[in-house]
C-alpha cells in the first residue's frame, strides 16, 4: 500500500518571495508522483508529474519539483510566487502502470500575501 | 477536446433521496476514476473503470453507492438512499492507460448537499 504525507496543512507566504511544500511518501513498491493544483470551486489540475528520467520536473508555470528516492520525498518549489498561486496544492501517488489510481495527501494551502 | 465534463455542478437534495451525478470522459480514455473529497478524509477513490468494467470498488463506502459504465463516454455514481454525512464534492477523472501512461485529467466536481 501507499501513503501520502503532506507536512504544511498551510504556508503562508509574501508575494515574490520563495516557497517549498513539503511531500513525503511511502511504497513498497515503484511509483509515479504528482502534484495537482486545486483553485476555490474548481477541479484539480496537473501540475507536474514524476514518471522516470530526470528526477527534476519542471511546470510551464515556474514550479519545480525534485525526486528523492532515498529520502522518498517529492517537495515542491517555487522562487517567487505570484498572488494567483493562492491554491491548494495535493502530493499524489500511483503505483506504475496506473496513473489514475491516485493517493492522495491531505493538501497544503498556499496563501500568498500581497 | 472540452475535458471531463460533469453534471450537475451543484446538487442539494433532501435526506432518504436518490441522488444520480454524471460523468462523461475525455474521448479515448479508457480508464475512470470517481472520487470524494470532505475535509475529513481528504480526496479518496470510490471505484474506478477499465474498459467500462469496475476494477476495484474497494473504496465504494457502502452499499447505498453504485456506479456503472454502460458505455466508453458515459459513468454514473448513484446514491440511493442518500444521507447527510454523504455532503463532499465528487470528482470524475479520466486517464488513458497503455504501453505510455496519460495522467488523470478531472472533472470540475459535483458538490453534493444532503439536508
Known amino acids: 500500500a501507499q501513503s501520502v504525507t503532506q507536512l504544511d496543512s498551510q504556508v503562508p507566504v509574501f508575494e515574490e518571495a520563495p516557497v517549498e511544500l513539503r511531500c513525503n511518501y511511502s511504497?513498497?513498491?515503484?511509483?509515479?508522483l504528482f502534484w495537482y493544483v486545486q483553485y476555490p470551486n474548481q477541479g484539480l489540475q496537473l501540475l507536474l508529474k514524476y514518471l522516470s528520467g530526470s528526477t527534476l520536473v519542471e511546470s510551464i508555470n515556474g514550479f519545480e519539483a525534485e525526486f528523492n528516492k532515498s529520502q522518498t520525498s517529492f517537495h515542491l518549489r517555487k522562487p517567487s510566487v505570484h498572488i494567483s498561486d493562492t491554491a491548494e496544492y495535493f502530493c499524489a501517488v500511483s503505483r506504475t502502470g496506473n496513473t489514475g489510481k491516485l493517493i492522495f495527501g491531505q493538501g497544503t494551502t498556499l496563501q500568498v500575501k500581497p | 477536446d472540452a475535458g471531463v465534463i460533469q453534471s450537475p455542478r451543484h446538487e442539494v437534495t433532501e435526506m432518504g433521496q436518490e441522488v444520480t451525478l454524471r460523468c462523461k470522459p475525455i474521448?479515448?480514455?479508457?480508464?475512470l476514476f470517481w472520487y470524494r473529497q470532505t475535509m475529513m478524509r481528504g480526496l479518496e477513490l470510490l471505484i474506478y473503470?477499465?474498459?467500462?468494467?469496475?476494477?476495484?470498488d474497494s473504496g465504494m463506502p457502502e452499499d447505498r453507492f453504485s456506479a456503472k459504465m454502460p458505455n466508453a463516454s458515459f459513468s454514473t455514481l448513484k446514491i440511493q438512499p442518500s444521507e447527510p454525512r454523504d455532503s463532499a464534492v465528487y470528482f470524475c477523472a479520466s486517464s488513458l492507460v497503455s504501453g505510455g501512461n496519460t495522467e488523470a485529467f478531472f472533472g470540475q466536481g459535483t458538490r453534493l448537499t444532503v439536508v
Open positions: 473503470f477499465n474498459n467500462n468494467v469496475p476494477i476495484d
Open positions: 511504497s513498497s513498491v515503484s511509483v509515479y
Open positions: 474521448s479515448g480514455h479508457n480508464s
